[in-house]
């Protein structure tokens, strides 16, 4: 042992080998400690991961802006509900439209939106369509009252785990009006 200067012995700085046991016992508990939040943050995502639920996504109604000799377009009213404990924050909505086994058309929308928790949120999505494209169902269907449809596609979300993309499917029947009926309705009181 060594002694300093005050007569009696010093502490003892390494053992043999270098070995210094308060240290090497703080260090494996450092590592033991990280391991287990390591550990705590991988079942705390798996965990989050499997209360994630996927949005519901509908057609809640189709609004007709303007018809031409080629085509027209349309607003699709969608409705994103949130049935999380959480609030999403919508980043892109892929979807095509179908009506009566007729393909109208796809479109992507790519603005953000937020879905609070238990909410249902509106986006309205613009979509072209040509005259070529559609059967004459189609024609049909946009002169009546109520659209049969069938929409599909992916939406993403921010979660608090993660990006999630939610592939969706719905049929339906919408209500349809156009841009004319919606102005003389909302005048005629």
């Not at 494996?28 to 400690?33: D, T, V």
């Not at 785990?161 to 909302?186: C, K, M, N, T, W």
Request: hydrophobic content about 40%; some cysteine.
């Amino acid at each position: 042992m060594t002694s300093r200067r005050g007569g009696g012995p010093g502490p003892r700085l390494a053992g043999p080998g270098g070995y210094i046991p308060g240290v090497a016992r703080s260090r494996r508990a450092s590592r033991a400690a990280g391991w287990a939040l390591a550990l705590l943050v991988v079942a705390g995502c798996a965990g989050l991961q499997s209360v994630f639920r996927n949005p519901d996504v509908n057609l809640q109604r189709v609004v007709v802006r303007g018809l031409g000799l080629t085509g027209g377009t349309m607003d699709l009213v969608v409705g994103v509900y949130n049935p999380n404990a959480f609030s999403l924050q919508g980043t892109r909505l892929q979807l095509g439209l179908d009506v009566e086994q007729s393909h109208v058309g796809d479109v992507e929308y790519t603005s953000a939106f937020q879905a609070q928790q238990g909410d249902t949120t509106v986006v309205t999505v613009p979509l072209a369509f040509s005259w070529s494209g559609v059967a004459g169902a189609v024609r049909t269907a946009l002169g009546g009252g109520e659209l049969p449809y069938k929409l599909s596609g992916q939406l993403t979300v921010s979660t608090p785990i993660g990006q999630q993309q939610v592939p969706f499917s719905h049929e339906g029947r919408a209500p349809l009006s156009r841009i004319g009926d919606v102005i003389q309705r909302s005048t005629v009181r």
